[in-house]
């Protein structure tokens, strides 16, 4: 079992549609990053929160630490969302201070 | 400040070869990350440096990869004796301490 879970793995949506989409952790972390991939690889980092919600534009992201769930959503979706979103946690234990563990992602296709 | 630069976006090498692909950072920030993303997976951490001092490898990283970052600024990694199982995307990305990641469009490598 992956430490960090995502789902859906796929999303289709209409534009205008309110997108969900849910990330699920088994280790303690310091903080939750949710991520964004284009094709070509290039990643842009959306948020990285470490307790209860952050908003930018259209996007929201929560999370629950007791819980260690995250959700990502985005508002009125666009065709220009489409695109890769990742999750990724900061482990907090001592001994792995650099690495980021990544969900496999869930691709998302806004359909105008 | 552009952001982290990676280069050659794209590298084309004959199996056997070694190939080398470099990470500029953020100026400011003190850590850089290498990680490698292969197709429809989340990106592994392979290594991590905090200023020159390469602190943390992951066991991916075999013998024929070796990273540096001289002076704490730029980095650079190598793949010796290339296999077609290197084929990936090859990410840099960079943080002060553990702060937000700022990402490269990354370096896909195809082994051919």
């Known amino acids: 079992k992956n430490e960090v879970e995502q789902s859906p793995q796929n999303l289709t949506a209409q534009e205008g549609e309110f997108i969900t989409i849910n990330c699920s952790y088994s280790v303690g972390i310091s903080a939750l990053h949710w991520l964004q991939q284009h094709p070509g690889g290039g990643i842009v980092s959306l948020f990285m929160l470490s307790s209860g919600k952050k908003k930018h534009g259209r996007l929201i992201a929560t999370i629950n630490i007791q819980e260690k769930h995250s959700s990502l959503h985005i508002t009125a979706s666009h065709p220009r969302d489409s695109a890769v979103y990742i999750c990724?946690?900061?482990?907090?234990?001592?001994?792995?201070?650099?690495?980021?563990?990544f969900g496999k992602g869930t691709k998302l296709s806004v359909k105008p | 400040d552009t952001g982290v630069s990676q280069n050659p976006r794209h590298k084309i090498t004959k199996r056997g070869q070694n190939v080398t692909f470099r990470c500029d950072p953020i100026?400011?920030?003190?850590?850089l990350y290498w990680y490698r993303q292969t197709l429809g997976q989340g990106p592994e951490f392979l290594t991590y440096f905090q200023n020159e001092a390469q602190l943390e490898k992951s066991r991916l990283l075999s013998d024929r990869f070796s990273a540096e970052r001289p002076k704490g600024s730029f980095s650079t990694l190598e793949i010796q004796r290339t296999e077609q199982g290197d084929s990936a995307m090859y990410l840099c990305?960079?943080?002060?301490?553990?702060?937000?990641?700022?990402f490269g469009s990354g370096t896909r490598l195809t082994v051919v």
């Open positions: 100026s400011e920030h003190n850590r």
């Open positions: 990305a960079s943080s002060f301490n553990r702060g937000g990641y700022t």
């Open positions: 990724a946690v900061s482990p907090a234990y001592g001994g792995s201070q650099g690495n980021l563990i």
